[in-house]
């Protein structure tokens, strides 16, 4: 199904070579030497194609699979009809994400310098680093090695980009300093100035922001999606962080490692998240809260107070998951009456 | 009123003229040859400007309207002054729609390709297309004929776009295939990853998306908007739809025909809109929800169940709009104890 | 603190010359030539740094003050260690304000046009101007003097720009007429089509927008913004403005002078904002309501009404903020029963 005009296949696969890379077991080994071409969702794989099945709520459509071959767990086999190859994963999730990676994989440029990217002499720019066409480098931009730089990007002087990141097509970056692995987005805004004025002779003057946009690495930034820089302070966005398309990001918040944050979130200013904080789309943060590692935040909530590490909080304003669900529930209980 | 620095007028028409572009009656034909040089709203028309009455609330300040002609119903043409030449149009919301179209025009460029426009040899561009400076087109990219692809667009290898489609400054296109008269406008991004991760070994690894998105014919995709393409299988945008600017469509989504979805709206991953889908302003959606055809969602409301088509929902979460109504009403009549 | 890869320190100054710039008094005249280098976070500056203590919130931590010397009030001063040179001034938000902007500047390049920047013959631009690389500057465009368009900017025919003026990389902006003083940051997009329709023949046709953006003086659009011009009329956004990343700004809106947008907020069509309207972030307004002078509105509020001048309104749908105060309160009550 992957379209060739995109993607490459590394495919067919034989069963044998799948139950390498899914860390999985055929049911029959008579099997092995199988092909299957593509991965394909469970009920559109057909024929030489495998699909993947773990979803409990999914029972009653698995008789439906016509897929060659399943990735399964021990627990649903029972599920899947006789005629499909059947393979056994203790976590088909994780064989899901290794197959995919095995099987496809995108045509990325590397290693060419467009001859219209505009890179200023004091640049350094690593090796096997692809640079797009319209691209601009500025003064003493620092970029790794292995690294893609699509078209039109524009990457302010002084700026700092580790190995092996991605920066897509017309986002901007300024202010920032960028470890390895990341993948910025396209039309991402990263580093501009923060919404910071003061009142003077009756005109909000702007408060110079002099911080800067520290990334770890293995951060994903998304479309056109805004990280400000700091005031006095950095903005910080921890190792690991996956901010989606269309999230404000603004100046000295500090989000630690592995947070997850859904599209079109807001974080107004001075935020602190620790590690692994979960939060929904379109939720927003009032400035200077602290929210706890492990918090989890239901889409679309509105935090005013900070939150404990591991409370799953929802509404407007905020209140724990449970009370929300309780209050939602008597709300529709009054009506009725 | 229309600024002949940025639009071209095709007037002056004569009422005779205007009877025949808005299907419309002159009550007094004595006027046929009167001229009118803009359209204007109601109450700041003036001397040889037309403007439109339609609306009943508007009624009162009906009597203030100063324009040379107006374009009216039966109904309400006795709340228009006397002084005032009145043309009967049955639907006049359509008389204006075909009366702007024909006043009016973009100066919009045709047919040139610009000596900067970075396009790659296998690239296949049709006639009349107009390529702005510093646009970059990819390897095997097939364009239409009679487009306008603006400054600094950045359409990624293998793309296909239809003909008469405009893909608005600094727009970005990939892994898309898109029917006949689209408008992406300026900054949208099309095509990127998904958010889909996998947890392994303790990072969110994420999980190829091998997907496309498929844009139908007559699509328009407003300003900043994001488009994710699918994971394994495709994110359809069906025809006719209106996207509106900085909204959010996620992995696999599939919109029918005639979708509108307002500003800032966000879709999560595999949901499945019927055919004309309405909904507000800064809505959203979870994800794998079914929407049904017809479905009417108001502004901010937030969708965690899926929708019967025709329903008019609202709220937080989503509940009919009707009890939605009486809730907030039930809730200022507790306040007021 | 602040990174000189990307800023410029005008200091060190001594404390004298900081009492000047501040408006403040040494409490210690002996301290006039001590020197300072940075100005840094309250708890954060250390030996050679100066800070502000003027949130009366922070008095218990004022005792951990490390700072060489700290600008605070004459009420404070108490809670300022004695290690600690004090400066008193009467507003020490504006002392802070000045020192920044007396201590710190931007990189900015300024009087160059890069070679690469693609400007119509017939387009104006003032003196010390710097354009910058694969910007994109149409006919007739008119800039002024001062000003700093970025990279990849692309400003459409007949658009004209007032003195001092900044526009951000990448972004477009078209139809509009800006005063001076401007900022319009990466990535925002100015004067697109509004999102206007009649069904026709079942099809949703785009009503042609004929209008334009005015953009007043010393008025600030963030990044990713959208604005749309007008349709019949134009979109007004009035002097002293400020206006967040992501923000919706719809068709025919006018914003009067001073209002504060914040991030994320979208305002549907035809909206009429008095001066000095407030209103939090990821807040909606539907179309055609008159909002008063001086009105504050919660973030994520969905305002479906008027708003008085002065009110201060919160919720979804919103109300005062004392009822929805109230309604929180009440709610939480039910939930305890």
Do not use: W
């Amino acid at each position: 199904m992957a379209d060739t005009q995109f993607y490459i296949n590394n495919g067919p696969f034989t069963l044998q070579r799948i139950e390498e890379i899914c860390e999985a077991q055929l049911a029959d080994k008579s099997k092995a030497q199988t092909e299957v071409k593509e991965v394909a969702a469970m009920l559109k794989a057909g024929a030489d194609e495998i699909c993947f099945f773990y979803d409990k709520k999914a029972k009653e459509k698995a008789a439906e699979i016509k897929a060659t071959a399943c990735v399964t767990t021990a627990e649903l086999e029972a599920f899947v009809p006789a005629g499909v190859i059947k393979l056994i994963a203790a976590n088909p999730k994780v064989a899901f994400l290794k197959l995919m990676q095995a099987m496809y994989a995108e045509k990325t440029p590397r290693g060419n310098i467009a001859s219209t990217a505009k890179i200023h002499p004091s640049a350094i720019i690593g090796e096997d680093t692809f640079v797009g066409e319209y691209a601009v480098i500025g003064e003493k931009v620092r970029i790794g090695s292995h690294c893609q730089i699509e078209a039109g990007v524009v990457i302010a002087d002084g700026c700092q980009i580790g190995d092996n990141c991605r920066i897509g097509a017309n986002a901007s970056v300024s202010y920032t300093i960028m470890g390895n692995d990341c993948y910025i987005y396209a039309g991402a805004r990263i580093g501009q100035d923060g919404f910071g004025f003061q009142v003077m002779n009756g005109k909000h003057q702007r408060i110079p922001q002099v911080g800067r946009v520290i990334i770890g690495n293995d951060v994903e930034i998304g479309a056109n999606a805004c990280v400000d820089r700091g005031a006095l302070d950095d903005t910080v966005i921890g190792d690991g962080c996956r901010i989606d398309n269309l999230v404000q990001v603004a100046h000295n918040d500090k989000l630690g490692r592995g947070c997850v944050v859904v599209a079109q979130t807001g974080i107004a200013g001075s935020c602190t998240f620790g590690d692994y904080v979960v939060c929904g789309g379109q939720t927003g943060f009032a400035d200077h809260l602290t929210i706890g590692s492990g918090a989890q935040i239901g889409a679309q909530s509105g935090l005013i107070k900070d939150v404990e590490p591991g409370a799953i909080m929802m509404g407007y304003p905020a209140i724990p998951i449970k009370d929300f669900m309780r209050q939602v529930a008597t709300l529709q209980k009054m009506l009725k009456k």
